[in-house]
């Protein structure tokens, strides 16, 4: 099947006033053989108002054809993993470290899942591909009941995770701050396959570019993934 990742930058100052905001959207295949996926269509939109106003979007085209095991997160947090992806590509490693985290989620249920009790997934330091750190505090699920996506009954999946610490390094851009994120995750009871998700994450750090005095700055984002339709 192929879906159709979409997620939405906000860039604000700390008074809550909007400086600029990005589209990311990707179309994203899985079930290939050998259990991989592969990433095509990835574009970037650069916005300036609240509104759904951009200009035409930037095509990232290195991430075309884009495969690798859905499996594979280990490598997946090491600098090879993005070998050929420029310096700058921290939209695609997070289209691909987001995806990852909706499909892991989704395979808690249903045997780790019990109705309305929080069941922790993770936490401690991951390694953000040569580019900093990112500490999750505590990861939780629950599973909070069934909705209808689609046609199909699901099982309703919401995930917290807050106080989380990050920190990158990346050339002329270093970010040190806190991240907090949380979404849901609808699961076809009778495929197991994802039909809906969102990610919410509000991102609050110092940003030092170059030689510029740092700054605080606040990132919120939103996405939606979703299964595209077969024509």
């Not at 993005?82 to 490693?93: I, L, M, S, V």
């Not at 920190?167 to 849901?184: D, E, K, M, T």
């Amino acid at each position: 099947g192929t879906w159709r990742f979409v997620c939405d930058y906000y860039n604000l100052d700390v008074r809550g006033n909007l400086t600029g905001r990005q589209r990311v959207s990707a179309q994203y295949t899985r079930g290939l053989p050998e259990g991989k996926v592969r990433w095509n269509d990835v574009t970037i939109a650069d916005g300036k108002e609240w509104a759904d106003v951009f200009p035409a979007p930037r095509k990232r085209e290195f991430m075309n054809g884009f495969t690798y095991a859905v499996t594979s997160m280990d490598s997946m947090l090491q600098a090879e993993f993005f070998k050929g992806f420029p310096p700058d590509a921290h939209y695609e490693r997070n289209l691909v470290w987001d995806t990852h985290m909706f499909e892991w989620f989704a395979s808690f249920y249903p045997d780790k899942l019990t109705l309305n009790v929080p069941y922790h997934a993770t936490s401690g330091e991951a390694p953000l591909a040569g580019v900093g750190t990112f500490t999750n505090h505590d990861v939780q699920l629950t599973l909070v009941g069934t909705s209808d996506r689609g046609g199909e009954k699901c099982a309703l999946i919401e995930y917290t995770a807050f106080f989380n610490k990050l920190n990158v390094a990346a050339p002329g851009l270093s970010l040190i701050g806190r991240s907090h994120y949380w979404g849901q995750i609808w699961v076809s009871m009778s495929t197991r396959q994802i039909k809906y998700a969102t990610l919410f994450e509000d991102v609050l750090g110092d940003l030092k570019l170059g030689s510029q005095q740092s700054t605080v700055m606040n990132v919120f984002r939103k996405g939606v993934f979703e299964p595209v339709a077969v024509q």
